[in-house]
T-cell receptor
Framework: QKEVEQNSGPLSVPEGAIASLNCTYSDRGSQSFFWYRQYSGKSPELIMFIYSNGDKEDGRFTAQLNKASQYVSLLIRDSQPSDSATYLCAVNPTKAAGNKLTFGGGTRVLVKP | GAVVSQHPSWVICKSGTSVKIECRSLDFQATTMFWYRQFPKQSLMLMATSNEGSKATYEQGVEKDKFLINHASLTLSTLTVTSAHPEDSSFYIC?????????????FGDGTRLSIL
């Protein structure tokens, strides 16, 4: 089992709809969770981070964390073509030395006009 | 805030050349910097973790004598690919965090695309 798992997609979403991305992790003691967006040929950029159970909203993005079920999700409301990218889930496992992150393989999102 | 600058953006050079890539945190002090490599259509692969003033910690399978990392100050880390060969061609990306526990996010530079002929 991979430490951080994401559906590779592509997740095809009509413009204006909600894109829902899921991520599961294996280390129950993980404390911090991050979502990055990576456009093709570019480096990742931080979208959101979440540490506590529940929802965290930032503009059109909402991160949801459920530590009991070991999943974290990202909702993108009012999806735009510019949201088309690969979204990376990253987790800071408890056993990780040097505070390094473990990344999922990413979910490719395609927003169609 | 939290800007990480990486230079150069592109490098094309002959096989056997050594290439140095710089990673700078512009508006914060980075106690820890990370170096990743990403091949086309693949995930980020962590190569090493560097802490200011100490030796880098390399991931399993990464040759520390080939990928030299120096983190001499709180704002600068360098990666030198020594005697580069075509199989070293990849997208190299650094990230930096300001320290202070596990909750600090990593901020990424723009990456360096390395092509070895």
């Amino acid at each position: 089992q991979k430490e951080v798992e994401q559906n590779s997609g592509p997740l095809s979403v009509p413009e204006g709809a909600i894109a829902s991305l899921n991520c599961t992790y294996s280390d129950r003691g993980s404390q911090s969770f991050f979502w990055y967006r990576q456009y093709s040929g570019k480096s990742p950029e931080l979208i959101m981070f979440i540490y506590s159970n529940g929802d965290k909203e930032d503009g059109r993005f909402t991160a949801q964390l459920n530590k009991a079920s070991q999943y974290v999700s990202l909702l993108i409301r009012d999806s735009q073509p510019s949201d088309s990218a690969t979204y990376l889930c990253a987790v800071n496992p408890t056993k990780a030395a040097g505070n390094k992150l473990t990344f999922g393989g990413g979910t490719r999102v395609l927003v169609k006009p | 805030g939290a800007v990480v600058s990486q230079h150069p953006s592109w490098v094309i050079c002959k096989s056997g050349t050594s290439v140095k890539i710089e990673c700078r945190s512009l508006d914060f002090q980075a106690t820890t910097m990370f170096w990743y490599r990403q091949f086309p259509k693949q995930s980020l692969m962590l190569m090493a973790t560097s802490n200011e003033g100490s030796k880098a910690t390399y991931e399993q399978g990464v040759e520390k004598d080939k990928f030299l990392i120096n983190h001499a100050s709180l704002t600068l880390s360098t990666l030198t690919v020594t005697s580069a060969h075509p199989e070293d061609s990849s997208f190299y990306i650094c990230s930096a965090r300001s320290g202070g526990g596990k909750n600090q996010p990593q901020h990424f530079g723009d990456g360096t695309r390395l092509s070895i002929l």
